[in-house]
Structures are given as C-alpha cells and as structure tokens.
T-cell receptor
Framework: SAVISQKPSRDICQRGTSLTIQCQVD?????MFWYRQQPGQSLTLIAT?????????ESGFVIDKFPISRPNLTFSTLTVSNMSPEDSSIYLC??????????FGPGTRLTVT | DAKTTQPPSMDCAEGRAANLPCNHS???????VYWYRQIHSQGPQYIIH???NNETNEMASLIITEDRKSSTLILPHATLRDTAVYYC??????????????FGKGTLLTVNP
C-alpha cells in the first residue's frame, strides 16, 4: 500500500481566491489522479497527473481553473482558482502503486463562502 | 460515464453475510472490476479487484460471472463498521499504459445490530 497525506485537511475560503492543495506520497509513484466529490455525490475524476508530462484533464475540467503540478514522483499539487461556492467539495488525490493497486488520500474539504 | 449499475441501498444484519451485486454488461475482455468503499466521506478504501476468476482476501470475496457481465462482493460476516458506500468500478484503459477509475453512485450498505 501507500501512505498518502494531503494538506490542508480542510479550509474555508472566500469567493474569488485560490487554494493550492498538496498531496504527498511515501513512495515513488508514476500515476497520480485528482478527484472531486461534491456534497452528497460520488467521486469525479478531474485529471491524471503523471510525472514528466502535462496533466490530462477530464471533460468539464480545464487547466486554467485547476492547474496541477507534478514536480517529482512523490508529490503533486492541485490549485482551485478563482473559487466560487460551487467549488465547495472534497478534493482527493489518488496514486497507483502497482499495476493493480490504486489508493486514495484522506481528502481536503473545501468550503467557499 | 460509469460502466456499472448498483442498487442504491441495501441492509444487512450484523454477523450475516452481505452480498452486494453489480452489473457491468459492457465490460471489455481486459478490463478489471474493482471494489472500493467510502466511510463518512473519508478517502475511498480499496477492497478487492478481479478479472475473470473469483478472488478472496482478508476483507471480502469477489465472485465474477462466467460471462463477466456481473459480479458480487461478499462480506462474509458484516459488522457495524462495514456500514459504508460501496463502489463497483470497471477500470478503463485511457491510452498507453494509463487507465482510470470512474466512480458511479455506489450502494449504501447499512449493517443493523
């Protein structure tokens, strides 16, 4: 398995500001993902962030709104830009440890006021 | 879109086996079936995965039909702590050696005393 930590664990932000969420893994991983879970909903994949390449965004998500960095094999950041109340969600990072094993972090609970 | 269909909710008595069904009639030959669960908006927890054969680990058993169009997750002796949303997911190839997990709505399993 892998130990995944996210910072911050939760935050309350004002409309129009930006928040950067960090994801740290205790082992080197190639594939990393960012998901969003809106209140009462299932998880939605935002993007795939592989080290050494640009992030690949899913339909409905754009780089200007959710820029992602992946500087090395153990770390990634997701920024939620120009936030609105609709961005209030739990944001989760997820990593692939082996071909079969994918694990999720504890999530960052974001509230936008 | 998710390639799976699950009942929205199920109940189970504590100590009894919980059998959670999942339909994935459009699954392709090389696509794996994964099961995760999520407790109280924590990060999803990996349970088990399979391709063709039945699988068992310390948490659960996975029974996949011969035509691979459906599967059942079995928790042999459910406890109150097994109350969670259970997600059945078909892992889809997304180019190269990459893949992604697309979450559906899942099944809320409630274990009753």
């Amino acid at each position: 398995s892998a130990v995944i930590s996210q910072k911050p664990s939760r935050d309350i932000c004002q409309r129009g500001t930006s928040l950067t969420i960090q994801c740290q893994v205790d082992s080197q991983v190639t594939m990393m993902f960012w998901y969003r879970q809106q209140p009462g909903q299932s998880l939605t994949l935002i993007a795939t962030a592989n080290q050494g390449s640009e992030a690949t965004y899913e339909s409905g998500f754009v780089i200007d709104k959710f820029p992602i960095s992946r500087p090395n094999l153990t770390f990634s950041t997701l920024t939620v830009s120009n936030m609105s109340p609709e961005d209030s969600s739990i944001y989760l990072c997820s990593v692939v440890v082996t071909f079969y094993e994918q694990y999720f972090g504890p999530g960052t609970r974001l509230t936008v006021t | 879109d998710a390639k799976t269909t699950q009942p929205p909710s199920m109940d189970c008595a504590e100590g009894r086996a919980a059998n959670l069904p999942c339909n994935h009639s459009t699954i392709s030959g090389n696509e794996y079936v994964y099961w995760y669960r999520q407790i109280h908006s924590q990060g999803p927890q990996y349970i088990i995965h399979g391709l063709k054969n039945n699988e068992t680990n310390e948490m659960a058993s996975l029974i996949i039909t011969e035509d691979r169009k459906s599967s059942t997750l079995i928790l042999p002796h459910a406890t109150l702590r097994d109350t969670a949303v259970y997600y059945c997911i078909v892992r889809v190839e997304s180019g190269g050696s990459n893949y992604k997990l697309t979450f559906g709505k899942g099944t809320l399993l409630t274990v009753n005393p």
